[in-house]
């Protein structure tokens, strides 16, 4: 078995349709220090090079939400209140899996960023401003969404 729990490819092992990644995380959210506004949480991850939402792969039988506020924890050192679910993102990985990302909105309710080696820094950024530095087009409709979700509560 790997880390994941996957068959591993040996001997007289089936193929079937690759298992699909699960993974869930938060749109991180503060106000703004200065002047009130909304800011989002985005990491960067030196390893991809990339900014990203803080997000990461579930444990074996841990639930979404559970897992979503333990990834934000370890990138970001942030503890967070999770509030709405968010769109659910699909893609395949480089390695030809699909996967499967579980958002939720998440306000930052305290903690402190530490760099470490899987996200060196965090930035706090506008919603237009945070939606223009994420690498992934497929990460900025979640910063709308967020968006939307803050206005209807």
Same mark, same amino acid.
């Given at each position: 078995? /790997?880390?994941? @729990?996957d068959p591993g +490819? @040996?001997? *007289?092992?089936t193929t079937g349709p690759p298992r699909t990644v699960r993974a869930a995380g938060c749109v991180l959210w503060r106000r703004s220090p200065h002047d009130g506004g909304i800011e989002i949480g985005l990491v960067h991850r030196p390893r991809y *090079?990339?900014?990203?939402?803080?997000? *990461?792969? $579930?444990?074996?039988? %841990?639930? &979404? $939400?559970r897992? &979503?506020?333990? %990834?934000?924890?370890? %990138? /970001? *050192?942030m503890e967070c209140a999770p509030g709405s679910p968010l769109p659910t993102s699909r893609y395949t990985i480089d390695d030809g899996r699909p996967k499967e990302v579980r958002y939720w909105a998440a306000e930052a309710t305290g903690g402190a960023f530490l760099p470490n080696k899987e996200v060196d820094r965090l930035a706090w950024l506008p919603p237009a401003a945070a939606r223009d530095r994420l690498s992934h087009e497929r990460d900025r409709p979640l910063i709308d969404a967020l968006m939307s +979700? $803050?206005?209807a509560t």
């Open positions: 078995m /790997t880390a994941e @729990g +490819a @040996g001997a *007289g092992a *090079g990339d900014w990203s939402l803080p997000k *990461g792969k $579930l444990k074996r039988g %841990e639930d &979404a $939400l897992g &979503a506020v333990r %990834e934000v924890r370890e %990138e /970001t *050192g +979700a $803050l206005h």
